[in-house]
């Protein structure tokens, strides 16, 4: 039994919808701790394909108990939305709990957001524009409007009134928008919290509740390592951390609560939007590999950039998080290559690193260093154990093992449920990863 941090090793979209679905099995409570509706999870059950954007993974299990924690910021808009699309599917959100001091995504921070990045010009950063920063934002200056004021109609007018008056002038003066009618907004979220009302609770308190009754908690995490505001590739990151270190935060748990972490990375990297990108693919394999890896965001259907695996970004996930499982993705979208390439470190200015560099322009200049390995030319998508792969593929598997010093405990070679190789489960199964950096890898027959 264990409580289990989920987190992405690279810039996100390594597939933790996913792992957090496969390990929600063996999880009592399902715990979201930062991000918003910046993020997406897609899970495939059955070959029905389900998007999620607020609602923790584990929804999709109806005796799991699944909270939006503290560290979320909220659009009420898209999360009825959610709702209401499960709603059409048949699945129930009876056991779906909010944090009541969760803060809310309003209008003024979509608008501001786009306005903001549009003013950018060459030099944006990649927003999704669905207002996350600027919420964020108020958070830290101390001026947003938390789910509990939701709650309380006559506070959130008052609050509100004040609020969008100010906001208007800095879409009107700054960004030459119009204003925004303040009786509307009002209106419009006093809906929308009458609809939530039912769900939201003290989530620190139930999930501590949880802890104390012996509950095996998996912490859901959104976008990556190389996202995380103080840790990834500033100023191209998101507006949160979706570090380990952030579901405690973001939770309202402490440290001592967290037993292992799993780290998700692809068999490969990808990118969505600014920022360097050592490992980038230009020519035609990249373009291969977008197209068998469908690398198009959840959120906003961007294109993602396709590269080779880089083992520097993911042994700085290792140090960051402090990793002692992996999930590797994606494998079988390699499976028609003739060799593969592998990052094993950096060329800067002619010298050779092994380390992750924080100055992003110093990250711009760094040229990749390549090992390459055979590929295996076949299928591997009805694999389902380790003995079933090629031997190319295990081998490979295990030299990512061997350069990021941490053991393989799940691999996945497809979008559904069970197309997936589980070494150990990390939340019964014991710490061994019988893929790991210590040559203990299953032997081929």
């Known amino acids: 039994m264990a409580n289990v941090v989920v987190i992405g090793a690279q810039w996100g979209d390594e597939g933790k919808g996913k792992i957090t679905d496969l390990l929600s099995k063996s999880a009592d409570i399902v715990v979201r701790y930062q991000g918003g509706v910046n993020a997406g999870h897609t899970v495939v059950v059955n070959g029905q394909i389900f998007k999620l954007h607020l609602i923790p993974s584990g929804i999709l299990y109806p005796d799991k108990e699944c909270i939006i924690g503290c560290g979320t910021v909220i659009d009420p808009k898209v999360l009825i939305e959610e709702l209401d699309r499960l709603a059409e599917l048949n699945i129930s959100a009876d056991k779906l709990m909010i944090s009541e001091t969760a803060h809310v995504t309003m209008p003024y921070h979509r608008l501001i957001d786009v306005a903001s990045e549009q003013q950018r010009g060459n030099y944006k950063i990649g927003t999704t524009g669905r207002g996350i920063g600027p919420t964020y934002a108020d958070k830290s200056e101390r001026t947003g409007i938390r789910v509990l004021d939701l709650m309380d109609i006559e506070g959130l007018r008052e609050q509100l009134e004040w609020t969008i008056n100010h906001k208007n002038v800095i879409l009107e003066k700054l960004y030459n928008l119009p204003p925004l009618d ?19 609770i003290d989530s620190s308190l139930k999930i501590y509740e949880g802890l104390q009754k012996r509950k095996n908690i998996l912490f859901e995490g959104a976008q990556g390592t190389l996202l995380d505001l103080d840790h990834g590739t500033y100023p191209y990151v998101t507006s949160s951390s979706p570090i380990a270190g952030g579901a405690c935060v973001g939770a ?9 972490v799993i780290g998700v ?20 394999i990249g373009a291969i590999l977008g197209e068998r890896g469908a690398e198009f965001g959840t959120t906003t259907g961007r294109k993602r950039r396709c590269g080779w695996f880089d083992a520097v970004i993911g042994r700085y996930a ?15 979208v390699l499976d028609e290559l003739e060799e593969i390439k592998v990052c094993v470190a950096y060329e800067i200015d002619g010298e050779h690193c092994q380390h992750f560099p924080k100055s992003s322009r110093v990250f711009a200049r760094c040229k990749p260093i390549y090992e390459t390995v055979p590929g295996w030319k076949q299928s591997t998508e009805e694999c389902r154990t380790l003995e079933d792969l090629p031997q190319q593929a295990l081998d490979y598997l295990k030299f990512l093992a061997d350069l990021m010093e941490v053991p393989i405990a799940i691999v996945s070679l497809g979008a559904g449920r069970d197309q997936t190789i589980i070494v150990e489960d990390p939340i019964h199964g014991p710490k061994r990863g019988l893929l790991s950096a210590d040559g203990t890898a299953a032997a081929k027959s």
């Open 182 to 200: 303040p009786e509307a907004v009002i209106n419009e979220y006093m809906g929308y919290a009458e609809r939530l009302r039912p769900h939201v």
């Open 318 to 332: 290792v140090r960051i998080n402090g990793l002692d499982c992996l999930a590797i993705t994606k494998l079988d």
């Open 265 to 284: 990375a692809k068999a490969y990297t990808t990118r969505v939007g600014e920022g360097p990108f050592p490992t980038e693919m230009v020519d035609g």
């Open 252 to 260: 309202g748990v402490g440290p001592t609560a967290i037993d292992r």
